[in-house]
């Protein structure tokens, strides 16, 4: 059968499965799994649902986008020209939600590391931020459980 899609329309398709692949969420999974950890996606246990959770470990990381988390100094998050009064108030809400989660999180004995889009990049200066954060990886045995590291 004869290939009905151009090879404009292929690589087109190929450049959005490209693109959706560096996105710093998948990024960061992506290296986590290469380094061999085992964790949770938004983990409902922990404040805030976390985008990635070691239960284990008691150990949380925060991906947060700039625009919406509102990254300090970051040329992401500009606050738009229309609707000022409704942006400011919508970014405040975020901030105190977020300064809410880490507080509750760390009041619950969560360790919570907070990476900011802009800054996710894939390469050793996140491996090794990763690996001081989470700790070394280790060997399970073959008795234990997956979800308890
Ligand atoms: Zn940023």
């Not at 292929?10 to 950890?37: F, N």
């Not at 404040?47 to 239960?55: I, L, Q």
């Not at 919570?112 to 060997?139: K, M, N, Y």
């Amino acid at each position: 059968m004869a290939d009905r899609i151009s090879t404009t329309q292929r690589s087109a398709l190929m450049g959005k499965i490209r693109r959706a692949d560096t996105k710093p969420e998948m990024v960061v999974r992506r290296l986590l799994h290469r380094l061999g950890y085992r964790f949770r996606l938004q983990w409902k246990a922990a404040p805030g649902r976390p985008d990635v959770a070691f239960p284990g470990r008691r150990k949380i990381i925060f991906i947060h986008g700039c625009f919406w988390h509102q990254h300090p100094g970051c040329r992401h998050a500009r606050v738009p020209t229309t609707r000022p009064e409704f942006w400011a108030a919508k970014f405040a809400r975020n901030e105190e939600r977020d300064a809410r989660n880490l507080a509750l999180a760390a009041a619950e004995g969560w360790e919570a590391l907070v990476l900011w889009e802009c800054e996710i990049v894939d390469g050793p200066g996140l491996q090794a931020q990763l690996v001081e954060f989470v700790g070394p990886t280790r060997v399970l045995r073959q008795d234990e459980k997956l979800d308890l590291v």
